[in-house]
């Protein structure tokens, strides 16, 4: 499941996905909205919008993988549904992404066919206790309403998806910074290796406290630096084989009291198993409960992202799985459970058997959320939340809310 409460953050209009529902600009703009919170185009998938009262604000998005079956979709649906109903809504703005979904075909009207039928949709959403506002089809060249019966209004072969791109919300998000990639795998844009030609990747233990501390300030020194050289980016990379350090670089990154990880650090050599089993726990469970989309953590978050993605791409191989496992736990902290399920799979990959991304991956697996979202905000595989943390650069995305 994806899943992302839909604010656009900093850009020219805050209160944009409220002007969408009460406008009544068209689907064209929520469609866009859906696309920018998820950072690429969806494929065959279902995607769930909560659409919360009296304003119509659309909020917590969710999409998932459509299932070939019936009671899988049946799963699905419910799967989308429950969290949005947590969540405080109880009406629902439903988009069906089918490339085939209006192509010509003899005997078939283009839009008759979808995967996921309106009427299954509406039953199931009505049995938990929600109704349906719309379902949206968008299929490769076009989309339009799948509920409205009236071809004046919704031809059946839909309105060009050039419309969608060309929207008010398209334009708004892509002045704010936001930018789309080419799909689901282009959200690890960021960690993408470049080439290696040193010596193989090296244990810089064993390790004393005092090793720690200096290897820690390497690192605080990197999350503050307007620049990172190369050598020292290779560097910092191994180090996240030791726990106490990994800890570390996880609760810092995540924008945790630095002088309660210097006393961490201290207690390294007194038999614990690593900073956060010694004493750091309660500070990791203070940031875990923040919200990571106020403006100051989201700027700690981007930088952290922006220095382990560094390191991700420039150490050597084997030395890789540290960074891209502490990305991926940032990644499920902000909701963002696509991008850390595909993380986790790149860091075991790189590090067999490396236990921060078996961590991630169990968190993903059990659908255990970060402190700050409700207890059932509850995603399970193949069903991924979006959020609306944007990305500014080459390798822009974003997502939640």
């Given amino acids: 499941m994806t899943s992302s409460a839909m604010q656009p953050g900093p850009g020219p209009d805050e209160d944009f996905e409220y002007d969408v ?9 929520a469609v ?23 304003k119509g604000r659309l909020g917590l998005t969710l999409r998932g993988d459509v299932p070939p079956d019936l009671p899988g979709r049946r799963e699905l649906i419910r799967q989308l549904y429950q969290p949005i109903r947590a969540a405080g809504a109880v009406r629902v703005l439903v988009m069906l992404f089918q490339a085939d979904l209006f192509d010509a075909r003899p005997g078939r009207a283009p ?40 071809r004046t209004c919704c031809p059946a072969a839909g309105f060009p998806i050039a419309e969608i791109e060309t929207s008010r919300a398209a334009a708004t998000f892509t002045v704010a910074g ?7 795998e282009g ?15 090296e244990d810089p233990g064993p390790w004393t406290v005092a090793d720690r501390l200096g290897w820690w300030e390497r690192w605080a020194a990197a999350f503050d630096a307007d620049q990172l050289g190369d050598g020292e980016v290779a560097a910092l990379g191994p180090t996240l084989d030791d726990p106490w350090l990994r800890d570390a670089v996880v609760l810092a990154g995540l924008g945790g009291d630095r002088d309660v990880v210097r006393a961490g650090l201290h207690l390294s050599e007194d038999g614990w198993d690593g900073f956060l089993t010694s004493g750091g ?18 700027a700690l978050l981007e930088r952290s992202r922006v220095v382990l993605a560094a390191v991700a791409r420039r150490s050597a191989p084997g030395a890789r799985g540290g960074a891209l496992a502490v990305l991926a736990l940032h990644a499920w902290y902000q909701g963002d459970t696509t991008r850390a399920r595909l993380l986790v799979e790149r860091a075991l990959a790189d590090r067999p058997g490396q236990s921060l991304a078996r961590l991630v991956g169990q968190l993903l697996l059990t659908g255990t959320a ?15 939340p979006a959020t609306s943390r944007a990305r500014s650069g080459p390798n822009t995305q974003e997502k939640h809310g």
């Fill in 111 to 150: 839009g008759s066919r979808p995967s996921v039928r309106v009427a299954q949709l509406r039953d199931e959403v009505r049995r938990l206790g929600g109704s349906v506002m719309d379902v949206i089809g968008v299929g490769r060249d076009s989309y339009r309403s799948l509920d409205c019966r009236d």
């Fill in 370 to 384: 970060p402190g700050w979202l409700p207890p059932a905000w509850v995603t399970r595989p193949g069903v991924t």
């Fill in 178 to 184: 936001r930018a789309l990639v080419s799909s689901m």
């Fill in 187 to 201: 959200l690890l844009d960021d960690v993408q290796p470049e080439p290696f030609a040193g010596a193989p990747a």
């Fill in 21 to 29: 529902v009460l406008s009544g600009s068209g689907p064209a703009d």
């Fill in 281 to 298: 726990g309660p500070e990791y469970d203070r940031v875990l409960a923040l919200d990571p989309e106020t403006e100051h953590r989201a």
């Fill in 32 to 54: 866009a909205a859906v696309w920018y919170r998820l950072g690429y185009k969806p494929a065959e998938s279902l995607v769930m919008v909560a659409v919360h009262e009296p």
